[in-house]
């Protein structure tokens, strides 16, 4: 039944039944053989090994066994033990071509493991890094080669490289509790929190009393709450408290980069959400020093910029995250509105014209357009100089509160289109008194203004 189940490729069941068989013949040096063979088949090299062992003792001159043993054991990397598996072939066998040329392979993998460790302990990591290449492709379930090349790669500074090595380390050692570490502090340090977490929860599954497991679990648990936790505020829009917690992380974890740098570039867009604008450059600034190369700093200190109506300095942050990042739509966009809002500043600016920030709402719009309505009304002024001057001022206050006001022509005004300008308005002709007539032309004629 196990050799049918096993031509079938139906492993699982294969494997059942011959260990049935193992345990009602347990001297049958075949039975063992053909139970490794199904181990081989479900990749699991270590478990073959014991059953190709008991069958060489049940019967030594069982050399097809013993050649699978020898061919296990050259790509876990143990050539002493491979080597005598392969001369006791030729011994008895003197003409078998595959013992031959795996016993060369065997005496070569041997040679190259020798040059790699001088390489590395004479601090040539790149050279020993090269004979490894060579070591590993030779003995690809070796643990010892994958984690010496991801010592070397960490002293080289790629981290990324290491983690692809200790990652097939950990299931090539029964007990590989100092490659889960390892593995979860290289994702900790590149700022990968949850892979650190499950990288050190398989350590201490291993072991839960492991001290140096424990105590890096408990700081990359409580850290990766904190991150967690800020970006939920963030999508909560409670940017405030996420402020907070981003300052929580920075206190948490002082001596990884990466930390400070991603809560100083969340905090800048909070404060650029919640419009404290001179803060939010000033932190975005920060942020920029500590990377030069990231978009998302530089378009939070554009729209900081914007808040504070410096258009150029947008304009000039919009186009350096354009270089670094040509089809993001997003800068694209905010490039275009930052280039609109200069231009119209070069024209009229209602909130200039009205003395409010771009972050006032109704109520403080209406209370500055009444103070400069009364301030600026053409029968203040005597002469007809200073009563052309009120005029235009009077004209430019109102259109500021027509546009301010109606929550449509703000968001076009925002967006850098004048709601107002000629130029705007679709079907042609002018519009220069909001309110479709001009109420000081014709002589002396005069009213009374409601303020209302």
């Excluded at 049918?4 to 049958?28: C, I, P, R």
């Excluded at 960490?154 to 983690?163: E, S, T």
């Excluded at 947008?314 to 354009?322: F, L």
């Amino acid at each position: 039944m196990g050799r049918k189940l096993l031509a079938a490729g139906q492993l699982a069941e294969a494997l059942s039944h011959y260990h049935s068989a193992v345990e009602g013949d347990s001297k049958n040096y075949l039975t063992y053989y053909k139970r490794a063979a199904v181990f081989l088949a479900m990749g699991k090299s270590k478990s073959a090994l014991p059953d190709l062992s008991q069958a060489i003792q049940l019967k030594p001159d069982f050399l097809a066994a013993r050649l699978q043993r020898a061919n296990i054991l050259l790509k876990q990397g143990s050539t002493q033990e491979a080597r005598e598996d392969f001369q006791a072939v030729l011994k008895r066998s003197p003409n078998h071509e595959e013992a031959h040329d795996q016993l060369r392979k065997a005496e070569e993998l041997e040679l190259l493991q020798e040059e790699a460790h001088e390489a590395h302990h004479r601090g040539d990591y790149s050279t020993t890094v090269q004979v490894l290449e060579k070591v590993i492709e030779l003995s690809p379930w070796d643990p010892e080669s994958r984690e010496l090349r991801a010592e070397c790669y960490i002293r080289l500074g790629d981290p990324r490289k290491a983690i692809m090595d200790l990652t097939p380390a950990t299931r090539l050692r029964a007990d590989n509790r100092a490659a889960f570490l390892k593995l979860s502090q290289l994702h900790y340090s590149l700022g990968d929190h949850h892979d650190s977490l499950n990288q050190v929860r398989e350590c201490l599954k291993l072991d839960q009393d492991d001290k140096e497991c424990f105590a890096h679990y408990k700081q990359a648990k409580k850290l990766s709450k904190q991150l967690d936790s800020a970006e939920e505020l963030i999508s909560e829009q409670r940017y405030q408290e996420a402020t907070e917690k981003y300052e929580s992380v920075m206190r948490t974890e002082p001596n990884v980069a990466f930390y400070t740098n991603k809560a100083k570039e969340r905090i800048c867009f909070c404060l650029v959400k919640m419009k404290s604008a001179e803060e939010a450059v000033d932190i975005c600034s920060e942020a920029h020093q500590r990377e030069p190369q990231n978009i998302h700093i530089l378009r939070d200190r554009a729209e900081a910029y914007i808040l504070l109506q410096e258009y150029e300095k947008a304009v000039e942050d919009y186009q350096e995250a354009r270089e670094f990042d040509q089809d993001n739509q997003e800068i694209r966009e905010g490039l275009d509105r930052a280039q609109k809002l200069l231009k119209q500043s070069h024209k009229r600016d209602y909130y200039k014209i009205l003395g409010v920030s771009r972050s006032a709402n109704k109520q403080e719009i209406i209370k500055a357009y009444r103070k400069l309505a009364q301030q600026w009304h053409p029968d203040n002024f005597q002469s007809e100089a200073d009563k052309k001057e009120a005029e235009k001022k009077f004209i430019d206050i109102a259109s500021a509160k027509e546009v301010l006001t109606d929550p449509e022509m703000r968001q076009k005004f925002d967006s850098g289109e004048d709601p107002l300008d000629p130029e705007n308005q679709q079907g042609g002709g002018g519009r220069e008194w909001p309110f479709g007539f001009n109420p000081f032309e014709g002589g002396n004629f005069h009213f009374k203004f409601h303020y209302n």
